[in-house]
């Protein structure tokens, strides 16, 4: 039986204080209207036109990285 709090000793205050800096850098950058910006930028860009928003992310997410999920590459 493992005696109370044993966990403890494994936390990582690098890693909390990371997640709370990215958090409130992404609540900032939403308060200011940034992600509106970007979205209607990426939206122009393709034309109004799905698949030109579409293939590139899939192309990027599916292809750059294929070590992903235990995958290989070759």
Avoid: K
């Avoid at 000793?9 to 209207?33: I, K, P």
């Amino acid at each position: 039986m493992e005696r109370a709090g044993a966990g403890r000793e494994c936390h990582d205050w690098n890693v909390s204080l990371l997640l709370l800096g990215m958090t409130l850098m992404v609540a900032v950058l939403r308060r200011a209207g940034v992600f509106e910006y970007m979205a209607i930028w990426a939206a122009n860009r393709a034309g109004r036109r799905p698949y030109r928003l579409t293939v590139p992310w899939l192309r990027y997410f599916g292809l750059a990285r294929p070590n992903c999920c235990g995958r290989s590459g070759t």
